[in-house]
């Protein structure tokens, strides 16, 4: 079922290689394909090869496509997981050489930005601490270590956040525990700078495939570099074209210097397109032909032509909204479509209230990727925490998230107190509670009721040794009067069901992922590694997403809205002349339409309390003007458009007559 250049991807195992792998042209079928290959064929163990992906959910996928090749006992001996699962399992086994003990915690966003608030100086505003993250994530995406970005910093901002990194590092040390970005700086150093380690990895994992391979940052790549060494055995596996991610540190560069670094490097172009039809693949390709490119490809498909591409002329957003459902009102009619098949993209998360809105009046339901997900809720996140504490007495941020939850009447003041006496003791937060000298320091309520709660945990960890993680869940919700916090605290009943169902859930996934010898603190972290994106369940729902958040996915109709200048591209890309990446997010965004694509834009925009006048985006003007359909331009097809909104209209009217509403 291949074709002659997926074949040949699957087969070139003798070097270094990269395929270069155009939007919708099979690329997992390549990989999951050469797993199989590099098994049957090659006789590699398949404990000796690793895919790794960007996220958990394309993993998951990745590994259910392999296991249809090969038998279920070679499927289970891979190694299917992200870059930072891949840390996360490097540490575990490598923890002492990282400087961390047995059972360490990797902290969330919240518990990062936490600690960063508290070492920023006082008063911070929200925009210097999210300043100062940015510049600690970019050092050590760039493998930086505190004292590489010390000497690297060139300005006083660059200056402080190296100082506060320094500080920072400190901070999860005490903790033992690690932030995501860790996950990839460790094992870094270690393969770096300890031969005998990188070695030993080298051993354990003789092939390497990687997806989405444009989206590496520079760390990510120096550590495929160092398991892969000289001998190459690496198949990297992207697309130029669909590198957007530069804003979170992706270094597209990256595509250059595998040539540079392995010169036998194979590169082999994967340019039949089995996804969108000839019309809108023509677009996406001479959009595209506006950037630089060192390996020029043309995508090319033998699907139909596809209806033209629309071109919509809005009033302002709330016009736009209303236009976009009645269409989608009229394809769910007309076309037999089903909700799921239809995606609505945009350029940032602001612009998705009026189309909300607007589908809510229509009565068609929607899924809002990137909303509030199940592991953000706050007694999901409680719970886990709970869960780290019991593994790693070290946590204190663990420690200060659940000390309070529920409520033991321990005030900020007492708890800032026993802070300053564990830092000049060098112990954590749960070891000075237990130290009847520091607790004499404190006033006699509150040290009682610290040290109530060391003794609550020391009994639950004991507990821990005879229960798996699903049962400890429930455990620690009956002992600490979690459950029936929870209850007195929620009257309204659909509420509190809801929060103990999530609690619930949160057992389901510990029981699903349970495997011999996993601790209810490694099955925590690796919870902590699922982003929204693997978490989204959406079913029967028009999809919304931002056009970063729909990389990789597929539907009969898209439709991209604010395709207007400031904000496709938008504004700050314009002044800073990064127009080159705007234009791959518009590629990625028009090759997620296999059936018919619609660009919509608004004459009028608000904007910080005034009316701003619209120009259409530049990039609509770089598509092959023969394939699109502005409105205004042609009568007929004018009369066409407003015949199927005035439909839509008239079966929303009869629908909720019909209702009674």
Not at 64 to 76: F, G, H, K, P, T
Request: charged share 25%; glycine share 6%.
């Amino acid at each position: 079922m291949l074709n002659p250049q997926q074949l040949a991807a699957v087969e070139h195992c003798d070097s270094p290689l990269l395929v270069l792998a155009g939007a919708g042209s099979g690329k997992t079928s390549v990989i999951t394909e050469k797993v199989a290959h590099l098994i049957s064929r090659r006789k590699l163990a398949p404990a000796k090869i690793a895919a790794i992906t960007f996220t958990n959910k394309a993993a998951r996928e990745m590994r259910e496509r392999v296991a249809q090749l090969i038998s279920n006992d070679d499927a289970a001996a891979l190694t299917v997981c992200t870059f930072h699962a891949l840390g996360l399992k490097f540490l575990q086994i490598e923890h002492a050489r990282a400087g961390l003990r047995r059972g360490f915690s990797v902290l969330d966003a919240d518990d990062s930005n936490a600690i960063v608030k508290e070492l920023a100086p006082k008063g911070a505003k929200n925009d210097v601490l999210f300043g100062i993250r940015n510049l600690l994530g970019r050092a050590k995406n760039g493998g930086l270590s505190p004292e590489q970005a010390l000497a690297a910093a060139r300005s006083p901002r660059e200056l402080e956040a190296a100082t506060i990194y320094e500080l920072y590092q400190r901070r999860l040390a005490a903790f033992n525990a690690v932030d995501f970005d860790d996950l990839i700086r460790l094992p870094l150093d270690i393969l770096e700078n300890d031969g005998e380690c990188r070695d030993s990895w080298r051993e354990r994992f003789r092939y390497l495939l990687v997806d989405e391979y444009q989206d590496t940052n520079d760390a990510q790549y120096r550590l495929l570099k160092a398991l892969v060494g000289e001998r190459g055995g690496i198949t990297c596996v992207g697309d130029d074209d669909q590198s957007i991610y530069a804003w979170r540190g992706a270094n597209p560069q990256n595509i250059d210097q595998l040539g540079r670094d392995w010169p036998n490097l194979r590169v082999i172009k994967l340019e039949q397109n089995y996804r969108c039809g000839k019309r809108i693949l023509r677009a996406a390709n001479e959009l595209i032909g506006n950037n630089p490119h060192l390996h020029a490809k043309k995508l090319w498909s033998e699907l139909p032509e596809g209806a033209p591409i629309r071109v919509l002329e809005c009033k302002e957003a709330e016009h736009e909204a209303e236009r976009v459902a009645a269409i989608a009102t009229t394809l769910a009619e007309k076309h037999k479509a089903r909700w799921h098949d239809i995606a609505i993209l945009y350029r940032g998360n602001f612009q998705a209230r009026p189309l909300e809105k607007a589908l809510r009046l229509a009565r068609i339901p929607y899924h809002l990727t990137g909303a509030l997900s199940f592991l953000d809720r706050a007694e999901v996140k409680d719970l886990l925490c709970y869960l780290r504490l019991l593994t790693n007495p070290s946590d204190d941020a663990a420690f200060l998230r659940v000390v309070n939850v529920p409520k033991r009447e321990i005030g900020a003041t007492t708890l800032e107190k026993l802070g300053q006496i564990a830092q000049s003791r060098h112990s954590s937060l749960l070891d000075a509670t237990r130290s009847d000298s520091v607790l004499r320091q404190l006033a006699p309520r509150p040290a009682a009721a610290l040290a109530s709660f060391a003794n609550l945990l020391d009994q639950l960890r004991s507990a821990s040794l005879h229960h798996n993680a699903a049962d400890l869940v429930e455990l620690i919700l009956q002992r600490t009067g979690y459950a029936a916090q929870l209850a007195a605290a929620t009257p309204d009943a659909a509420t509190r069901e809801r929060k103990l169902g999530n609690l619930r859930e949160l057992a389901d996934w510990f029981r699903a992922m349970q495997k011999g010898g996993n601790s209810a603190g490694d099955l925590a972290s690796q919870l902590a590694l699922l982003s929204h994106a693997d978490r989204d369940e959406p079913g029967n729902a028009v999809r919304m997403m931002t056009m970063h958040a729909a990389k990789g996915l597929e539907f009969r109709f898209v439709f991209i809205v604010g395709c207007e200048d400031g904000t496709l591209p938008h504004e700050g890309a314009i002044d800073e002349g990064r127009i080159d990446e705007e234009r791959r997010l518009m590629y990625v965004g028009i090759t997620r339409a296999k059936e018919l694509l619609t660009l919509s834009w608004s004459a009028k925009t608000w904007r910080y309390g005034d009316i701003h006048a619209n120009q259409p985006s530049r990039f609509l003007h770089e598509l092959p003007q023969a394939d699109l359909h502005w409105q205004g331009k042609d009568p007929e097809a004018d009369k066409e458009v407003t015949r199927e909104t005035a439909e839509s209209h008239m079966a929303r009217i009869k629908a909720m007559l019909a209702s009674g509403n």
